[in-house]
């Protein structure tokens, strides 16, 4: 193109040189064949890509021949990573029925025809509404408890339950706050399981995660086998929101995120400092719930429950 540019040029009397326009030519030949050979290295890298990822797969497959991936409750075999057995997957206590308007608890079969429970009727929480996939009992409480003590990776499908269901809590605009730990804690565990339930969440409803604006400023010991009143002077003043992030919160929906709902002692106090700070609601969205039955009193089901922890604990 340029030489013909140049013979152009010297046809018309032109000022540019043919020799000048010779070497303009070479660069410009110089130059596409390094764009052709750029464009064929992309190529061959993508090439290659997709060759390591079919060996990646290919080892991942040779590696579920020599060690299948287990139940993640009782360890049987199953086809895909992070998936229950057959068993363990119709075991799962699933929270069906009725249930209260606001705390989410299944409602017995005597009270079907009402909206809200009587301890809600009696003494409402400052949480707007609560709900979780499953109750706090078989291969659900297992779930909750190994996620505590290293099984990190199973926040993803946890979060994926309850996601299901909580149909629009998570979408983009919501904002996400995990139950804090106290530092101590912290540092001894290495990791806080709600703020782990909290980022899948967000990943699979594009709200917004604040890991830090919920405070735990009090240490508790523990409340294995209190009541529920003993339960709320416990961590009475453990929680506070951090300094600035009251402006954020100030007439916000927010999702307050947690592990379990036991007696809802622990995240009455985080709805109670979050509300002080301005936001305009919360719910609380846990994986797991006990609940009373018709044939077992609420605090007796949790006294039976906590009792059973360190057994299922020292069988990880």
């Known amino acids: 193109m340029l030489e013909e540019l140049a013979t152009a040029y010297d046809q018309a009397g032109g000022a540019v040189p043919r020799a000048a326009a010779g070497r303009l030519a070479e660069r410009a030949k110089i130059l596409h064949l390094a764009a052709v050979g750029f464009h064929a290295s992309l190529a061959g890298m993508a090439t290659a890509g997709r060759i390591v990822e079919g060996a990646r797969a290919g080892m991942r497959g040779f590696a579920d021949l020599l060690m299948p991936p287990g139940c993640m409750t009782c360890g049987e075999p199953v086809s895909t990573p992070h998936s229950f057995c057959g068993d363990c997957w119709g075991a ?3 929270v069906s029925g009725a249930r209260c308007r606001q705390c989410g608890v299944p409602l017995p079969v005597a009270w079907q025809a ?3 429970c009587l301890g809600c009727l009696k003494d409402p929480p ?8 499953f109750l706090y009992d078989g291969p659900a409480r297992q779930m909750v408890l190994r996620l505590k003590h290293g099984r990190e990776s199973w926040a993803g499908p946890m979060a994926a ?4 269901v909580a149909p629009g809590w998570v979408e983009p605009g919501r904002l996400l706050v995990p139950v804090p730990l106290h530092r101590w804690r912290l540092a001894t565990r290495g990791y806080n399981q709600a703020l782990l339930l909290a980022r899948a969440l ?5 709200a917004e995660v604040a890991p830090d604006w919920l405070l735990r400023v009090k240490h508790t010991p523990s409340t294995r086998g209190l009541t529920r009143a003993q339960r709320l002077r416990n961590v ?3 929680f506070r929101v951090r300094e600035g992030a009251g402006g954020q919160l100030k007439g916000r929906r927010v999702v307050l995120v947690d592990d379990v709902l036991t007696t809802g002692a622990t995240a009455s106090a985080c709805a109670k400092a979050l509300l002080r700070a301005g936001a305009e609601a919360v719910d609380l969205l846990t994986y797991a719930r006990v609940a009373a039955t018709d044939a077992t009193p609420y605090l007796e089901r949790i ?4 009792a059973t922890n360190q057994h299922v604990i020292a069988q990880d």
């Open 202 to 206: 967000a990943r699979l409803g594009g």
């Open 126 to 133: 400052p949480f707007a509404r609560a709900t979780a996939p």
């Open 161 to 164: 339950a309850m996601h299901r």
């Open 92 to 94: 799962l206590p699933a």
């Open 303 to 306: 006294a039976s429950e906590e």
């Open 114 to 116: 009402e909206s809200h």
């Open 236 to 238: 009475s003043g453990a």
